[in-house]
């Protein structure tokens, strides 16, 4: 009898089923990580510019409007509304979420709210689409 060297196919096909298998693990719990990430990033950006808006609110006895809202960190507001802004103190750039939307900001003279819709841009959702506020911090 001849003996011959090499996998069979019911070899091969066991080994790429269980390659298959595994991969789809992997690349599951790395993509779940990513979202985490994300949502992770949001939270940190939150808290810089709420420590941006703490410092505005020191120097100008207020916080911004949500007229003039987070643009007041970079950009010098009408003298009545910042009458000790300082150029450059705040923030050096305002921050966009990392789905690329800008944060958003309210403000109804109790408490500033800064936020971001998710990766959707539409209010509620969950998961990646959920809204992240500073007060759900």
């Known amino acids: 009898m001849k003996r011959r060297d090499g996998f069979t196919l019911i070899e091969i096909l066991v080994v790429v089923t269980i390659l298959g ?41 207020r916080y911004p409007s949500t007229e003039i809202g987070l643009r007041a960190l970079i950009e010098r507001p009408p003298k009545t509304e910042a009458p000790n802004w300082k150029e450059g103190l705040y923030i050096k750039k305002l921050p966009v979420d990392p789905w690329g939307n800008p944060y958003l900001y309210r403000y109804d003279e109790i408490q500033p709210d800064i936020y971001t819709l998710g990766a959707d841009a539409k209010p509620g959702g969950v998961g990646e689409a959920a809204d992240i506020h500073w007060s759900g911090l």
């Open 21 to 61: 298998i595994l991969a789809t693990l992997v690349v599951t719990r790395v993509f779940g990580r990513v979202t985490d990430a994300r949502i992770q990033a949001a939270k940190i950006d939150i808290r810089t510019i709420d420590s941006a808006l703490s410092l505005y609110r020191l120097d100008n006895y």
